[in-house]
């Protein structure tokens, strides 16, 4: 059973960048599929980032396109998320997530995700 624990959300500026992590534990992390997800109060769960278990596998949601770059170090067990250019509507809950799955397909829906973090709070001030 894979555990996961988000950091280094906070309290940021517009135009500004933070860098969120999720470090994993109780399962082969190399074998497991990362995704960010993110969430406000009375939405849906929304896809921000994925990373395949082959580098350089990614798959980026609307929102996050050309500003958002989501890594993985596989040493450390744990899936980054590098925000730059931050906006007030980037202000959630990001979630980490986790699949076992080695294949090269993508997966971007939250139900296909079985492992989940508590989530960090990202707040952007405008």
């Known amino acids: 059973q894979v555990q996961l624990v988000e950091s280094g959300g906070g309290l940021v500026q517009a135009g500004g960048s933070l860098r969120i992590s999720c470090a994993a534990s109780?399962?082969?992390?190399?074998?497991?599929?990362m995704a960010w997800f993110r969430q406000v109060p009375g939405k849906e769960r929304e896809f921000v980032a994925a990373?395949?278990?082959?580098?350089?596998?990614?798959k980026y949601g609307d929102s996050a396109k050309d500003r958002f770059t989501v890594s993985r170090d596989n040493s450390k067990n744990t899936v980054f998320l590098q925000m730059d250019n931050l906006k007030p509507e980037d202000t959630a809950i990001y979630y980490c997530?986790?699949?076992?799955?080695?294949?090269?397909?993508?997966?971007?829906?939250?139900?296909?995700?079985?492992?989940w973090g508590q989530g960090t709070q990202v707040t952007v001030s405008s």
């Open positions: 997530a986790a699949r076992n799955y080695t294949g090269i397909y993508i997966y971007y829906r939250p139900k296909e995700y079985v492992h």
């Open positions: 109780g399962g082969l992390f190399e074998n497991y599929a």
């Open positions: 990373i395949g278990t082959s580098a350089g596998i990614t």
